[in-house]
């Protein structure tokens, strides 16, 4: 059984929730993840342009300023999405977060993407899973001495419940991961916005794309395609799209092995945040946001990611529902769009020996 630590929304003795994140942070003793001048990432979500759901800067900037207590030297980091918005590459994703508030002004950490510029900067790491042999994790968190996972609670499209898992597992890797676990994710071109320039077929690792003559547009080898992701980022004209589509249980068990990856390379020098503040349906990289499923809970800490998560969805759960009518009934809360059980994830994760489902609450204000 682990130890989850609970800073709950509102005041206590003076305390509102931006003061109870220090404590929290000493409390679930997050600061031993951290050795004098370590370079520390802060695994967040920057929030899609239009987004409003997001974790604000100020409550990441406490975070920050405990690992700097802690003699660390963190970064914000997040990697860039397989879809077409604006976070595609860094330029957009530095732009993006800038104007969603994090900044080095602002949060007392500079802002580094993790997987680079257009998502290649990544490193390989060996996993003996039953969907990978290997993961991507993106460069800067694999070179980074230690690593802070805050991750914002909500429903997802794919799959179900985002948690710590889906921060680490899709958040926290190179763009093949993304699309593998994306299922039969497969780049279709848009014959309307596709202009032949070619540049897809230069940089197909595949050789799987080809120019029509006829139609002068690029045409895509589903069976030579390896499903990298390259052309989607590298198009000009986004004329390369994602579809969106997979059966959701496996897309949980994919997610899982894609996260155990990073878990397992920072052993012993990762902790995990979650908030459950604005607990939306859908998740952060939409361009808008819908009501939260529950009213705010608060803010939870833990050295483990698998009571994080069970103790993050057990609360959202349970919680009177919220404003937006259409999750009342906790049931649907975390519902699989594409069928399934959410739950499946943190099964696999115990299974894997990545953490306990079993946990101890422990309320700060108490
Ligand atoms: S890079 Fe984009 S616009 Fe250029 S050929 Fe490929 S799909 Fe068409
Ligand atoms: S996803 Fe990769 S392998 Fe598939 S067509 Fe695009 S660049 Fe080629």
């Known amino acids: 059984m682990s130890d989850v630590y609970f800073a709950p929304v509102g005041a206590f003795k003076d305390k509102g929730l931006i003061q109870k994140i220090p404590l929290l942070f000493r409390k ?77 002004a602002s949060t007392g ?51 179900g419940f985002a948690g710590t898992f889906k921060n680490l597992g899709m958040g926290a890797v ?87 990856a990073v878990v397992r390379q920072k052993k012993g020098r990762i902790t995990y945040f979650s908030f459950l503040l604005n607990v939306s349906p859908s998740c952060d990289c939409w361009n808008y946001s819908k009501a939260p499923m529950v009213p705010d809970i608060g803010v939870l800490a833990s050295s483990d990611p698998v009571s994080i998560d069970q103790a993050a969805a057990d609360m959202v759960k349970s919680a009177p529902g919220g404003i937006n009518e259409a999750f009342r009934d906790p049931e649907l809360r975390f519902k699989v769009p594409a069928g399934g059980s959410w739950e499946v994830q943190l099964k696999k994760a115990e299974e894997m020996g990545l953490g306990e489902r079993e946990y101890r609450l422990i309320n700060i204000d108490e």
């Open 109 to 159: 950490a500079p802002v580094i993407i993790g997987d680079g510029l257009r998502g290649s900067d990544v490193k390989q790491v060996e996993i003996s899973g039953d969907y990978f042999d290997h993961v991507d994790i993106a460069g800067a968190i694999a070179q980074a001495d230690s690593l802070v996972v805050v991750t914002h609670i909500t429903g997802h499209d794919l799959t």
């Open 174 to 260: 190179g763009r093949k991961v993304k699309l593998a676990i994306h299922e039969a994710v497969k780049p279709v071109v848009k014959k309307d916005d596709c202009t032949a320039c070619a540049v897809c077929v230069k940089n197909c690792p595949a050789d799987a794309i080809a120019i029509d003559p006829k139609d002068r547009i690029a045409v895509i080898d589903l069976d030579k395609c390896i499903g990298c992701g390259e052309c989607v980022g590298v198009c000009p004209e986004r004329a390369v799209v994602v579809k969106w589509s997979g059966e959701g249980e496996k897309a949980n068990m994919k997610l899982i092995e894609a996260a155990s």
């Open 28 to 104: 679930a003793g997050s600061s031993e993840i951290i050795e004098d001048g370590d370079l520390v990432a802060v695994k967040v979500h920057f929030g899609e342009l239009g987004s409003s759901s997001f974790i604000p800067g100020f409550y990441v900037r406490e975070i920050v300023e405990a690992v700097k207590v802690g003699g660390g030297k963190p970064f914000l980091t997040d990697t860039g999405t397989l879809y077409l918005g604006k976070r595609r590459n860094a330029y957009d994703h530095l732009n993006t977060a800038r104007s969603n508030g994090f900044t080095q």
